[in-house]
């Protein structure tokens, strides 16, 4: 395309969400407790002892929010289905009321013009099934695939497009290995059989979903992480190697290819043998895929050691890797941040679609999740201008133009998100929202980045 302001004619644009971040209503209608309700309630985990409540109340308050989507021009809406609600224990017995909720979204969605985008597992575990092993034990997977069936068969004729899993590197290692998300886990062993079920749970989700006969379109969301050596040196380019592998070839590897990467494997020997896989089992995790969601927020620089390095840029790279080894380190690029800490980079999107267009074979791929956090205010003009959120996402959607253009057959985005929501450890604090929310009133205010994103949608120009 010539005209670098315009996207294509056909190019997706949306907004994303997920169930334990913005409904609320936590013991509504039947809904069981999950692995979040659980550890919202461990004095420290979340950030000023936030809990799932109240949220945005976006179970009640869901057709007032699409009416805010149909203004935000919106062509796509990607939420997530919370398991607790259709099934209270996990497996079992299909507790319909929840179901009948995320019917009656879709149906309002539809009426509304806005194409429903389902995600199945956006991190919140039945807690009946943490206790019975979570993530780490095989039935986990099987029982994945039971609730990923029953949510088919209520929803498929209406929902094109189902994501499985949302981002199994963060429910494998934030919550197994670092334990700073639910269940809380540390343990290094487990953080590879949860990743391992989670990745074979995606694969008997999306066979599970197929059967159904739906006009079904199946895709996971994968948080690919851009891993640059810092340096030229040997040790270095080794470091990012490793990162890479088990930040991203871990996951992408079995998905794409059928095969878990041998230099990963070779590098956790001390860790696991992998006696978790079992025959089949990369095959099913290979199941083909009709799109690839890709969540990108921000590159990390990897570096062998912290030796010659300013101390004030190096952090410990405990979240990349497993403790077995020598170490590597965090190394930040000291460029400006958001209110995450995370540096803005936009080159990092561009990179991650060039990466995964040539690994997924030429499958749509499509932005399933980016953004920022930043400390909006309500100022007196009774709006939020935040034009710090509004350059990132211009920033950042330039580089997916960029990425069209160099072929990637990137076909919509969807900005994270919607509305300000509960950012997990970090609870109400860190605000990502294109719609400002007052948590104490529910009130809701289009952001200045929401109306650009709104004219945005409507043209597909650059506004
Ligand atoms: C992603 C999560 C999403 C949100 C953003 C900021 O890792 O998928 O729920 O918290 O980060």
């Not at 149909?70 to 919370?82: E, I, P, Q």
């Not at 539809?110 to 092993?133: K, M, N, S, V």
Request: net charge negative.
């Amino acid at each position: 395309m010539n005209d670098s302001n315009a996207f294509p004619d056909d190019f997706l644009w949306g907004a994303a969400t997920a169930s334990f971040q913005i409904e609320g209503a936590t013991t509504a209608d039947g809904r069981g407790r999950s692995i979040w309700d659980t550890f919202a309630e461990i004095p420290g985990k979340i950030l000023g002892g936030d809990t799932g409540d109240p949220a945005d109340d976006h179970y009640h308050r869901y057709p007032s929010d699409i009416a805010l989507m149909r203004d935000l021009n919106l062509g796509a809406y990607r939420f997530s289905v919370a398991w607790p609600r259709v099934f209270p224990e996990g497996r079992g017995k299909v507790n319909q009321a929840g179901l009948d909720f995320y019917d009656r979204l879709v149906d309002t969605l539809l009426e509304a013009g806005i194409q429903p985008w389902a995600t199945l597992y956006h991190w919140d575990l039945p807690q009946a099934l943490e206790d019975a092993g979570g993530w780490p034990a095989r039935d986990t997977a099987h029982h994945f695939a039971e609730y990923a069936r029953t949510v088919g068969e209520a929803l498929g004729d209406r929902v094109t497009h189902w994501m499985t899993v949302n981002e199994p590197w963060c429910s494998a290692f934030l919550g197994h290995l670092e334990g700073v998300h639910a269940p809380g886990r540390r343990d290094a062993g487990d953080t590879l059989a949860a990743t391992h079920h989670l990745l074979l749970g995606h694969g008997l989700a999306a066979q599970a979903l197929r059967s159904t006969g739906g006009p079904t379109r199946v895709g996971l969301a994968h948080n690919q992480a851009v891993i640059r050596p810092h340096g030229p040196s040997a040790e270095d380019v080794r470091a990012a190697r490793r990162a890479d592998g088990v930040r991203n070839r871990l996951f992408t590897d079995p998905v794409l290819k059928g095969r878990y990467p041998a230099d990963v494997v070779r590098d956790l020997s001390e860790v696991s043998d992998f006696s978790f896989v079992r025959d089949g089992d990369l095959e099913t995790m290979s199941t083909p895929l009709d799109f690839l969601g890709v969540n990108f927020y921000s590159p990390e620089f990897v570096a062998a050691s912290a030796d010659g390095l300013d101390p004030a840029r190096v952090s410990g790279a405990g979240d990349v890797w497993l403790g077995a080894g020598p170490e590597e380190v965090h190394v930040s690029q000291g460029l400006p941040v958001t209110h995450m800490g995370w540096e803005v980079d936009p080159t990092g999107l561009y990179d991650v679609l060039l990466r995964l267009a040539g690994d997924s074979g030429g499958i749509d791929l499509y932005v399933t999740e980016n953004g920022c956090a930043f400390e909006d205010t309500v100022t007196a003009d009774g709006r939020v201008h935040d034009h710090d959120r509004r350059d990132y996402y211009e920033a950042h959607l330039r580089a997916a133009r960029e990425a069209v253009d160099a072929g990637v057959p990137l076909r919509g985005y969807f900005a994270w998100s919607l509305l300000d929501n509960f950012e997990w450890a970090w609870g109400y604090s860190r605000r990502f929202g294109l719609v400002h929310v007052d948590y104490a009133t529910q009130e809701r205010v289009v952001k200045d980045s929401g109306l650009w994103y709104a004219e945005l949608a409507r043209t597909g120009r650059f506004p």
